[in-house]
């Protein structure tokens, strides 16, 4: 089974508001990274948080990772009709020397 | 600089026959992975690249196999199509390894009838 998992699996929100994403994974990590994919297209890097990081922020974006409860969260702050993508979190398993992606998230923002 | 770029775009095949996928990464990265993305199963790891050898492998057939040439560039065959390998099929290349950053491609679609 897949590494990582996330939650919700479908957003709809609306212009201006704040989306927030979730990814558990299972086994310990050495980092984890969170991509953006527009509709059937190839994934844009967003961003990597490292195992010793608990908070890292870029422009609109903020991760959090927690490893004792093995999950990290994707806040997007006052969304726009273009952040409108499927999210995934990957990580780099430890130990596995393996890169695994979550499930996604598919976020829609309403104008 | 160019980015990831992957032909070809799309692909129809039938169930039995062959098909190769090419990839050429990022001017100076020295990995190339290959993923495939279904809806059922999502985002799947198939190989990883590195200076022309095979760093690592995800849980797929030997129908499915890579390689990558001397200047980076690397191709994926998938050989006795099934109907199940109709995907879309990203590649994406790094510095180094995928595993801190990744640039991906646009991906081919394939279609198997």
């Known amino acids: 089974s897949q590494q990582g998992e996330e939650d919700p699996q479908a957003l709809s929100i609306q212009e201006g508001e704040n989306a927030t994403m979730n990814c558990s994974y299972k086994?310990?990590?050495?980092?984890l990274q969170w991509y953006r994919q527009n509709s059937g297209r190839g994934l844009v890097h967003l961003i990597l948080?490292?195992?010793?990081?608990r908070e890292k922020h870029s422009g609109r974006l903020r991760v959090t990772l927690d490893t004792s409860k093995k999950s990290s969260s994707l806040l997007i702050t006052a969304s726009r009709a273009a952040d409108t993508a499927s999210y995934f979190c990957a990580t780099d398993a430890e130990n596995f020397n393996k890169f695994y992606f979550g499930s996604g998230t598919k976020l829609n923002v309403k104008p | 600089k160019a980015g990831v770029t992957q032909t070809p775009r799309y692909l129809i095949k039938t169930r039995g026959q062959q098909v190769t996928l090419s990839c050429s990464p990022i001017?100076?990265?020295?990995?190339v992975s290959w993923y495939q993305q279904t809806p059922g199963q999502g985002l799947q790891f198939l190989f990883e690249?590195?200076?022309?050898?095979?760093?690592n492998k995800g849980n797929f057939p030997g129908r499915f196999s890579g390689r990558q040439f001397s200047n980076s560039r690397s191709e994926m065959n998938v050989s006795t199509l099934e109907l199940g390998d109709s995907a879309l099929y990203l590649c994406?290349?790094?510095?180094?390894?995928?595993?801190?950053?990744?640039?991906f491609g646009q991906g081919t679609r394939l279609t198997v009838v």
């Open positions: 001017s100076g990265h020295r990995s």
């Open positions: 994406a290349s790094s510095l180094v390894t995928a595993r801190t950053e990744a640039f």
């Open positions: 086994t310990s990590i050495n980092n």
């Open positions: 948080i490292r195992s010793n990081e």
């Open positions: 690249y590195f200076s022309e050898t095979q760093r």
